[in-house]
Nanobody
């Protein structure tokens, strides 16, 4: 069973950057696809970005394409989300998630393990 811990959230101004990190421990990280999701108050959890085990394929929500970059370091069992040109509408709790198998990289229910979340607040 993989345990996920996010870090790197905070309060920034519009246009600033943040880098979120997700560290995986326990279980095996091998063959696991990783995703980032976010949930704003009163809204459903939504897909942000995902990356395959090899890192050869990445997926992004239209709302963050061109601004966010997902990457992973399998040696360190870490997944990163570089967020640039942040907007107030990016404000949310960001969750890291792990998917061992499935057909969709963008559907929350396809992911088996989740971190506790890290708050990102972007002021205007």
């Amino acid at each position: 069973q993989v345990q996920l811990v996010e870090s790197g959230g905070g309060l920034v101004q519009a246009g600033d950057s943040l880098r979120l990190s997700c560290a995986a421990s326990r279980g095996t990280f091998s063959g696991v696809a990783m995703g980032w999701f976010r949930q704003a108050p009163g809204k459903e959890r939504e897909f942000v970005a995902a990356i395959t085990w090899s890192g050869s394929r990445t997926f992004y929500a239209d709302s963050v394409k061109g601004r966010f970059t997902i990457s992973r370091d399998n040696f360190r069992n870490t997944v990163l989300l570089q967020m640039n040109s942040l907007k107030p509408e990016d404000t949310a709790v960001y969750y890291c998630a792990a998917r061992y198998s499935g057909s969709s990289y963008t559907t929350p229910n396809e992911y088996e393990y989740w971190g506790q979340g890290t708050q990102v607040t972007v002021s205007s």
